[in-house]
Structure formats: structure tokens, C-alpha cells
Nanobody, 121 residues
Framework: QVQLVESGGGLVQAGGSLRLSCAAS????????MGWFRQAPGKERKFVAA????????YYADSVKGRFTISRDNAKNTVYLQMNSLKPEDTAVYYC??????????????WGQGTQVTVSS
């Protein structure tokens, strides 16, 4: 079972930046893709970004493309989500996701506990 621990959420003004981190344990981190999802109040959880095992391939939802950057440090078993030019509509609980495969798309096997991101206007 993969354990995922997110950190880095908080309150930020519109136009600001935050960096989320997700530390993983329980499997060979460098062999698998990783992803981020978010869930706004009263809405379904949605895909935000994903990264292949090597970090060479990245994938983004249209709503965050050009503003968010996903990256990973396989030596630290950590995946990051750099969020710039934040908008109030980015407000959500952000979840780290551990896919079952090495590339994307892939079925999600484990979820983190989530970290709240609130963007004020």
C-alpha cells in the first residue's frame, strides 16, 4: 500500500503562488507515474496534472495549463505542483494520486489525505 502525504496548501490572494508537495512511501517511487487532482466544494474530484515515472512526460488539465507545473524528485520520493497566477476558481482540496502504472493515463491506486488551497479575490 502506497502512503502519500501532501503539504504546502494554504490561503493566497489571486495572482499569487503556492507549491504543493507530496511525499510517497511504500513502493518504488521512481517506477510509477504520479498525479494531482482537486475537488471543490460540492463538485466532483477532477484531474489537474500528471507526470510519468521519468518526469519527461507531463499532462495538464486545460484549466491549469500554462499556470501550473508538475515535477518530481525521484531521489526524495516527492512530487510537486507549482501553482502560479492562482485564481479564486482554483480553490479546492488538492489530492496527490499514485497511479498503478508508469505512464499516464493509469488507474489510481492510492490517494493522499488532501491539502486545502484557498484563493481569495
Amino acid at each position: 500500500q502506497v502512503q502519500l502525504v501532501e503539504s504546502g496548501g494554504g490561503l493566497v490572494q489571486a495572482g499569487g503562488s503556492l507549491r504543493l508537495s507530496c511525499a510517497a512511501s511504500g513502493r518504488t517511487f521512481s517506477s510509477y507515474a504520479m498525479g494531482w487532482f482537486r475537488q471543490a466544494p460540492g463538485k466532483e474530484r477532477k484531474f489537474v496534472a500528471a507526470i510519468s515515472w521519468s518526469g519527461f512526460s507531463t499532462y495538464y488539465a486545460d484549466s491549469v495549463k500554462g499556470r501550473f507545473t508538475i515535477s518530481r524528485d525521484n531521489a526524495k520520493n516527492t512530487v510537486y505542483l507549482q501553482m502560479n497566477s492562482l485564481k479564486p476558481e482554483d480553490t479546492a482540496v488538492y489530492y496527490c494520486a499514485a497511479p498503478l502504472g508508469s505512464s499516464w493515463p493509469s488507474q489510481i491506486g492510492s490517494w493522499g489525505q488532501g491539502t486545502q488551497v484557498t484563493v481569495s479575490s
